[in-house]
């Protein structure tokens, strides 16, 4: 079946590190994927998302490209903050699940001053 | 302000007890879900619900039971609380296509 794959943490970085978290995918369809961020106490938001091959999606300095040659997702940002600290989760989403979500296990991120 | 709100955030109860977690949305999204968080294990779908009148089973369903009570609100039920139940609860809708809208979650912890 469909399935998320996201690199293991803790990841710890200093302020102004770049920072590649990543994330592989199975599916036998042509699947949306999905960054979610989840800040301490807080539900996951959405970070940013692709919905075919090649698209870029990005937002507050996070890039993540669909590439379907690699099957990868992997979410990057040039210079991390501190408030930047979170839990960070890959998803997909397609008509062989429903439209429902299947996310990876999540990674924390922490970045020190 | 629009999403999804859960009640309560917190609840502390006894093996056997029972209790529902509620959820509301006010976005008109057809679709909802109850995940659960456990450490090291990413969320796991329990129930959802693709439309008003529908509720189907997902990865982790035993011991949960759930109600779409109209398109707005989906509740979560146990009916005899076990420890193994001790988690963070997120209801989530989506409209298709548009990803998901989390409520804030509920933390529960069974003793």
Redesign the interface.
Known sequence: GDSVTQMEGPVTLSEEAFLTINCTYTATGYPSLFWYVQYPGEGLQLLLKATKADDKGSNKGFEATYRKETTSFHLEKGSVQVSDSAVYFCALSSSNTGNQFYFGTGTSLTVIP | NAG?TQTPKFQVLKTGQSMTLQCAQDMNHN?M?WYRQDP????R?IY?S?SEGTTDK?EVPNGYNVSRLNKREFSLRLESAAPSQTSVY?C?S?E??L???????TRLTVV
Request: charged share 5%; glycine share 30%; net charge positive.
């Open positions: 999804v679709s879900y090291g294990m990413g969320l779908l959802y693709a997902g997120f989530a989506s298709r296509g990803g998901y809208t989390f409520g804030s979650g």
